[in-house]
């Protein structure tokens, strides 16, 4: 009596079992069947995604070739861009085939904000020497100078920092974030150059033959361009002096030294004719215990 009890216990309970898995498989069926468009879907995302991929990369690698862009930041920027557009079409097939992309997306973007603004500083370099790499203001051997102070010839141009030997030899470490965002002059990129002085002569001098003596002097350094043609003029009348302001233009290489130089000939040629080029004094006088100052122009002998 017991054996048939626990006979008929099991059989029900095999009942139970079979009825149960006969039920979920059922609904695992159904889920299944309903599913197969979004899955279908998701899965033709992501094999018609990742030529799409493909084809974005080389299109900017393309065009980085023919920009002459670094080999090094070509690299880096198309394997941070495919990471992203992987990552985008991986969420996007996921979402499409019903899973849920929330929570992910969440933690993802709570840890790269916290790495932003770990690394704000670098990232800031880094896109400034992608920006620079990128649209070329200078290269390696130009001769350029910043608002920020930096100037000197480029050794070399890294993806945080750019490189500089400054006229006395000193290397400069300058940020190429800094750089991205201040003033940058080339002086290699230009042609010619323009020579500038600002030179004061007595109010007694002729102001005619002193721009004579002048422009005789800048046509005979051959390095000075007859194109545009060297001016000379009137730029203030100051205290102590008749100020005469000059300009000239010479090819970038001869620049400095026709610069130098030129100052020094036109001064002795200006000595030479009798030219002073005065200059302030103050003079102290005492009458009656009462002291009077007087400034008067002094001229150089």
């Known amino acids: 009596m017991k054996n048939q009890i626990y006979s008929n216990f099991n059989n029900c309970m095999e009942t139970v079992n079979i009825s149960r898995f006969e039920g979920g498989l059922e609904k695992l069926i159904d889920v299944v069947i309903v599913s197969i468009p979004s899955i279908a879907v998701g899965l033709g995302i992501l094999f018609f995604g990742r030529y799409l991929i493909k084809f974005l990369i080389n299109i900017m690698n393309k065009r980085f070739e023919r920009r002459n862009i670094d080999v090094s930041i ?43 603004m770990a690394l704000q500083g670098s990232l800031s370099n880094f896109a400034g020497g992608v920006l620079i790499l990128m649209f070329r203001p200078f290269e390696v051997g130009d001769y350029v100078s910043s608002a920020n102070g930096s100037a000197g010839t480029v050794e070399r141009i890294d993806l945080l920092y750019t490189t500089l030997i400054g006229a006395d030899g000193i290397r400069v470490f300058s940020p190429n974030g800094t750089l991205a965002n201040s003033v940058i002059k080339n002086y290699t990129k230009i042609v010619n150059r323009r020579l500038e002085y600002v030179i004061g002569i007595s109010y007694d001098a002729n102001i005619k033959t002193a721009k004579d003596i002048i422009l005789e002097v800048l046509k005979s350094d051959n390095r000075i361009l007859e194109t545009p043609a060297p001016e000379i003029f009137v730029s203030e009348l100051a205290d102590s002096s008749v100020n005469l302001t000059i300009r000239a233009w010479a090819k970038k290489e001869n620049f400095w030294p026709a610069n130098n130089e030129n100052q020094e000939v036109i001064k002795n040629a200006l000595d030479k004719h009798g030219i002073s080029i005065p200059f302030p004094q103050t003079e102290l006088h005492i009458v009656n215990d009462k002291l009077t100052m007087t400034t008067n122009p002094k001229r150089e002998s």
């Open 74 to 116: 070509r690299a880096f920027i198309s394997s941070m861009l495919k990471f992203i557009l992987y990552a985008l079409l991986i969420l996007t097939a996921a979402s499409t085939m019903g899973i849920q992309t929330t929570s992910f997306i969440a933690a993802l973007s709570a840890f790269g904000l916290a790495v932003g």
